[in-house]
Nanobody, 115 residues
Framework: QVQLVESGGGLVQPGGSLRLSCATS????????MGWYRQTPGKQRDRVAI???????NYNDTLKGRFTISSDNAKNMLYLQMNSLKPEDTAVYYC?????????WGKGTLVTVSS
């Protein structure tokens, strides 16, 4: 079973930046892929970005250019750099991993963009 723990959420002003981190219990190279998703109350969970074990990335088109996903395989860490944040980016952000066709989720970290 893959364990995921997010950190780095908080309150940030519009236009600001934040970096989320996700620690995983597994070697990232052994995972099919990892990703970040976000969810607001009453809405479905949306994909933000994913990264495969070979470093290939894929972004939600509406977020590309402001958000960057990366990983540090030596530390088993996943990151999401978020720039030029907008109030509509307010959500709970979840780290996800797919391993042996099983999908695993962290508990999420809240990001609030507000002045």
């Amino acid at each position: 079973q893959v364990q995921l723990v997010e950190s780095g959420g908080g309150l940030v002003q519009p236009g600001g930046s934040l970096r989320l981190s996700c620690a995983t219990s597994h070697n990232i190279g052994s995972l099919n892929y990892m990703g970040w998703y976000r969810q607001t109350p009453g809405k479905q969970r949306d994909r933000v970005a994913i990264i495969t074990s070979d470093g290939s990335t894929n972004y939600n088109d509406t977020l590309k250019g402001r958000f960057t996903i990366s990983s540090d395989n030596a530390k088993n860490m996943l990151y999401l750099q978020m720039n030029s944040l907008k109030p509509e980016d307010t959500a709970v952000y979840y780290c996800s991993a797919v391993h042996r066709n099983m999908n695993y989720w962290g508990k999420g970290t809240l990001v609030t963009v507000s002045s």
